[in-house]
């Protein structure tokens, strides 16, 4: 049987766990799709650092354009991350006729859907399952399963390195410093970790979330984004005694085909299934409106949790190439999108105050919040114990972002406030 020839470009994390599964599951793997499965030529910026990975060296190149443009290679698998040059690279693989799959969030929330026309021009694949929430088959599921629903509601823990951080600083009060370091030396942390811990990894991946679930082109500039890199071991600590555990969570609403796609450091009830999971691991809640609630869950990086998509989606390319179906467009955005505006996004807020000690402060804050028609759901003041000043601490009912915004501009410049010390949104559900 002829096999099928696959070109890899990248063998770091993910990389190496796909030789790893296409080696040690040979047997399986071909036995399923009816040919054995080479990895014809690799590329890596750096021979010298490829180790720990059983690769003849004969196969391994530092040019790129040398795999794309190898004619006996069937499959194009990118594991090596990076936008402008990648999309090159993909676009003319596919001009070529090869069939492409890639883990690249960053890639596909910025150029999927040009990525996809190309393909779908040149009847060939794109698949993408490890680019949201490594090792969990949520795109699949929201193209396939959830095809019959509309769905109204998605929310998700699907930044693996903040989550795991954030875990380590709640249970253990490790420092955010030191997690991340060791979250970088599992391999879960992007090249530069920037975009995980400033949220733009998670919001590129609620983009192509919200594109594939309500089923319109979301672009990366309509996902709000805040990350976790202000979060401290204090705000954790007042999420918990109120009940919450702090996630960065990723929240895609749809009502009346008008769309909100943001990604902050929410604190969310502990009784909710999302406030469970810790570490590595990611999930993703999707509420559709005949299914009702639905979750998933799994690791959301490293080796061969992510690895295990990217095979999944090899095989599934194989197994079209066989039947002779391949350029299938995965998706087909119909609805013209349509962004909810400020005062249509309402949720409830966590918001801690350091004030002066004072008579009449406490009536004072309140009032602000009664002029922006923003109702209260608690308010405790106590003294701060580290300084002079008091700290209030309030939670709303849900109001509108626009009025809550106005509450904070407000807040700026009253002399009785020292310090707006951390915002939250809060999710009860
Ligand atoms: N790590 C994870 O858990 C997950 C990662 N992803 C995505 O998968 C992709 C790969 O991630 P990961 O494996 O962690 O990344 P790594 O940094 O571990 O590996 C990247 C690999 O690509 C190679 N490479 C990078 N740029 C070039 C280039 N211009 N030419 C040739 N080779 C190049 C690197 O070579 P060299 O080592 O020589 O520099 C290395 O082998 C990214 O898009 C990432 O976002 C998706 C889900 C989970
Ligand atoms: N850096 C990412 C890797 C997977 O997408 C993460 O931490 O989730």
Redesign the pocket.
């Known amino acids: 049987m002829k096999p099928v020839k696959v070109g890899l470009l990248g063998l770091g994390t993910v990389g190496t766990g796909v030789v790893r599964i296409v080696q040690g599951n040979q047997e399986d793997l071909s036995s399923q799709v009816g040919s054995p499965i080479t990895i014809e030529k690799v590329a890596v910026r750096s021979v010298d650092k490829v180790r720990n990975i059983d690769i003849d060296p004969a196969r391994l190149t530092t040019d790129p354009w040398e795999v794309i443009r190898d004619p006996d290679i069937d499959v194009i698998v990118e594991v090596m991350g990076g936008i402008d040059l990648t999309r090159e690279y993909i676009l003319e693989a596919l001009e070529r006729g090869k069939h492409v799959v890639t883990a690249n969030?960053d890639l596909m929330a910025l150029h999927g859907s040009a990525i996809l026309a190309k393909a779908q021009e040149k009847q060939c694949d794109v698949f993408y399952e490890a680019?949201v929430a490594?090792g969990i088959p949520i795109i699949r599921t929201l193209i396939e399963g959830f095809s019959s629903d509309r769905i109204v509601k998605i929310m998700g823990i699907?930044?693996?390195?903040?989550n795991y951080i954030l875990s380590k600083m709640s249970q253990e009060g490790a420092s955010y410093e030191d997690v991340l370091k060791e979250?970088q030396e599992l391999g879960?942390?992007?090249s530069d970790p920037t975009s995980?811990v400033e949220g733009l990894?998670a919001a590129r991946?609620m983009a192509i979330l919200g594109t594939l679930g309500f089923r319109t082109n979301v672009e990366l500039s309509d996902v709000t984004v805040q990350g976790i890199s202000s979060v401290t071991k204090e705000d954790i600590n007042y999420a918990k005694n109120l009940g919450y555990e702090m996630k960065l969570l990723g929240i895609a609403t749809s009502q009346n085909d008008h769309i909100t796609i943001s990604v902050q450091p929410t604190m969310i009830r502990k009784n909710h299934p999302l406030a469970s999971v810790n570490g590595?691991f990611?999930a993703v809640y999707v509420h559709g409106e005949s299914v009702g609630e639905t979750m998933f869950y799994g690791a959301?990086?490293g080796e061969l949790p992510?690895a295990t998509s990217v095979v999944a989606d090899l095989i599934a390319i194989i197994k079209n190439l066989k039947l002779g179906v391949n350029g299938l467009k995965a998706i087909v955005p119909y609805k013209q999108k349509k962004l909810q505006s400020d005062d249509q996004v309402m949720y409830k807020n966590f918001i801690l105050l350091h004030v002066d000690d004072k008579a009449g402060v406490l009536a004072q804050i309140t009032q602000v919040f009664a002029e922006y028609n923003v109702s209260l759901a608690s308010v405790v003041q106590q003294p701060n114990a580290t300084n002079p000043d008091a700290e209030i601490v309030i939670i709303t009912h849900r109001a509108s972002k626009a009025s809550f915004d106005r509450v904070l501009q407000y807040f700026e410049n009253l002399d009785v406030i020292q310090r707006i010390k951390s915002v939250y949104r809060v999710e009860d559900i």
Do not use: F, L
């Open positions: 969030k680019s490594g699907v930044n693996g390195t903040t979250a879960y942390a992007e995980d990894d991946k590595v990611n959301g990086a992510t």
